[in-house]
């Protein structure tokens, strides 16, 4: 069956950096996506890996393995406002979503 | 976890049709689906919310008489494009929202990818 892992809640400190993972079995794969969700609102849009490597935006980057089937989120000079849930999602061979059940990240001063 | 099905997951049809697409909660009580539009490798647009057995509330910028949405049971919601134009194709995802014990959960569904010629 198709599989997305991330996990459920993880803490960290204002200011620090945070490694969010993400490993992934699919029927195919035609691109990763993390988004972030604040409670209440809708999810917005952080990346996008289709290749190997490290992309970087910012305070935020991702990176990605396919022959690994892993990501990760990572997140450096964490604020306050990076409080909230962040999914991880891969597009199969069907061009469909699977969606992972979302990392709540607890940023305390 | 809790299950989120869309069908149909892809569907192509001519200009000028209808088409009908069918969000379902599989095994928990939603009582909130929201409906999205993804831009290609990009973020999701929220269309519209709809809690069972009320009025969906569209988000500025959509055609409520184009983008009809039902949401009759609480684990079903429809959601119609009419007269469905070119630039309608897009990849249409649902998510429904559950309520455990307070904290708000919202589960995603694989999305429905549509086609107009």
């Known amino acids: 069956g198709q599989n997305i892992d991330q996990p459920t809640e993880m803490t960290a400190t204002e200011g620090a950096i945070v490694q969010i993972n993400c490993t992934y079995q699919t029927s195919g794969f035609n691109g990763l996506f993390w988004y972030q969700q604040h409670a209440g609102e809708a999810p917005t849009f952080l990346s996008y890996n289709v290749l190997d490597g490290l992309e970087e935006k910012g305070r935020f980057s991702s990176f990605l393995s396919r022959s690994k089937g892993y990501s990760y989120l990572l997140l450096k000079e964490l604020q306050m406002k990076d409080s909230a849930s962040y999914l991880c999602a891969v597009m199969d061979s069907n061009y469909q979503l699977i969606w992972g059940a979302g990392t709540k990240l607890i940023i305390k001063p | 976890g809790a299950v989120v099905s869309q069908h149909p997951s892809r569907v192509i049809c001519k200009s000028g049709t209808s088409v009908k697409i069918e969000c379902r909660s599989l095994?928990?009580?939603?009582?909130?689906m929201f409906w999205y539009r993804q831009f290609p490798k990009k973020s999701l647009m929220l269309m519209a919310t709809?809690?069972?057995?009320?009025?969906?509330?569209?988000e500025q910028g959509v055609e409520k008489d184009k983008f009809l949405i039902n949401h009759a049971s609480l684990t079903l919601s429809t959601l119609t494009v009419t007269s469905a134009h070119p630039e309608d194709s897009s990849f249409y995802i649902c998510?429904?929202?559950?309520?455990?014990?307070?904290?708000?959960?919202?589960?995603f569904g694989p999305g429905t990818r549509l086609t107009v010629l």
């Open positions: 998510s429904a929202k559950t309520e455990t014990s307070g904290m708000d959960e919202q589960f």
């Open positions: 095994d928990f009580q939603a009582t909130t």
């Open positions: 709809s809690n069972e057995g009320s009025k969906a509330t569209y």
